[in-house]
């Protein structure tokens, strides 16, 4: 196998192999969206770092990994997902809305120095996989609440 086909492992595999995902990818499988993330896609997804997690309120992530929180837990993995390849190329200079697989939108900004999603800002982006691309940031993205959906 060449060191290229060896390198391009799907959007799960690189985020293991990247070593500080291990929360985001024990949500995953509690969430049972790993799956999806393997299949062919392509998808965008904005990774928390396991930093990222543990700066959430305490006992969050511990709440949210209990198999009673499976669908909200997919909900908020869901809501880092953006159908297609994104690369940070493409949103620099521009800020745009963009839907998530969770169904309600991110806001993507790159007016500014680097990229900002909400209030989130990617750290890392471009890390290519292949099914996908990673941009890795610095907060967990949590939905909207649902009941400010009206304008």
Do not use: C, W
């Amino acid at each position: 196998m060449s060191a290229a086909a060896a390198r391009a492992a799907d959007i799960v595999d690189t985020a293991v192999g990247a070593g500080q995902f291990k929360t985001l990818v024990a949500a995953a499988k509690a969430a049972g969206v790993v799956p999806v993330l393997k299949s062919k896609g392509p998808f965008t997804v904005f990774a928390p770092t396991d930093a990222a997690f543990a700066a959430l309120p305490p006992g969050t992530v511990e709440e949210l990994l209990k198999p009673k929180n499976k669908g909200k837990l997919a909900a908020i993995l869901k809501y880092h997902v953006i159908p297609g390849r994104v690369k940070a190329a493409d949103v620099t200079g521009r800020k745009l809305s963009v839907k998530t697989a969770q169904g309600q939108a991110l806001n993507v900004d790159g007016t500014m120095l680097g990229v900002q999603v909400n209030n989130a800002h990617v750290i890392q982006p471009d890390i290519e996989a292949s099914n996908g691309v990673i941009h890795v940031v610095d907060s967990v993205l949590l939905p909207p609440a649902k009941t400010a959906m009206h304008h």
